[in-house]
């Protein structure tokens, strides 16, 4: 058995890096900070959504600022930041300031960005469409009360059991 057979679909980057030509890696570092422009259209599409459920009744939802991680969590500040040697002259991995921006603000908040908006899209899904299907179990991190079926009695009784039953939109002790 091999150290990590429960890493199938591991994705494999690290051992190839070496092999990639120094201006394709340029290049692939120009390339992460342009989605930078679309955080105003991914920040508001967030907050549309975040207040669609709002208006539909929501609470308890959680923010933006649930998903970002504590700063103290950090390891490393300005004063004992690591640094890189690089693997040619000038490179950003070498500059303390380059890895504080991007672990202390850019990752942590572009991943928290996208982690609450696809919770609030689980959420969204939840509520309209509790229709089981083979990717539904991944949405039970946003887990709701009841769904809009579950509302109606005479729509419940529409559903098939498994969507009637489901915990991830149908809480038991609503019943």
Not at 95 to 105: A, D, G, R, V
Not at 133 to 154: G, M, Q, R, T, V
Request: charged residues 20%.
């Amino acid at each position: 058995m091999k150290a990590c057979d429960s890493c199938s679909g591991r994705v494999e980057i690290g051992k190839n890096h070496k092999k990639i030509p120094i201006w394709q890696r340029g290049i692939g570092m120009v390339l992460i900070y342009l989605p930078l422009l679309t955080f105003p259209f991914v920040i508001a599409s967030a907050y549309l959504t975040y207040y669609h459920l709002r208006m539909e009744g929501a609470t308890n939802l959680k923010t933006w600022a649930d998903f970002i991680p504590d700063r103290g969590s950090h390891r490393y500040n300005l004063k004992n930041q690591i640094t890189m040697e690089g693997s040619f002259a000038a490179s950003m991995a070498q500059s303390k300031l380059f890895w504080i921006l991007n672990c202390t603000w850019y990752c942590p908040y572009s991943v928290a960005l996208f982690e609450w908006h696809a919770y609030m899209v689980k959420i969204v899904e939840n509520w309209w469409c509790p229709f089981t299907h083979e990717k539904k179990e991944s949405y039970n991190n946003a887990s709701i009360d009841k769904s809009f079926w579950h509302l109606y009695p005479e729509d419940i009784t529409k559903l098939e059991a498994e969507d009637r039953e489901n915990p991830i939109w149908n809480d038991a002790e609503d019943k």
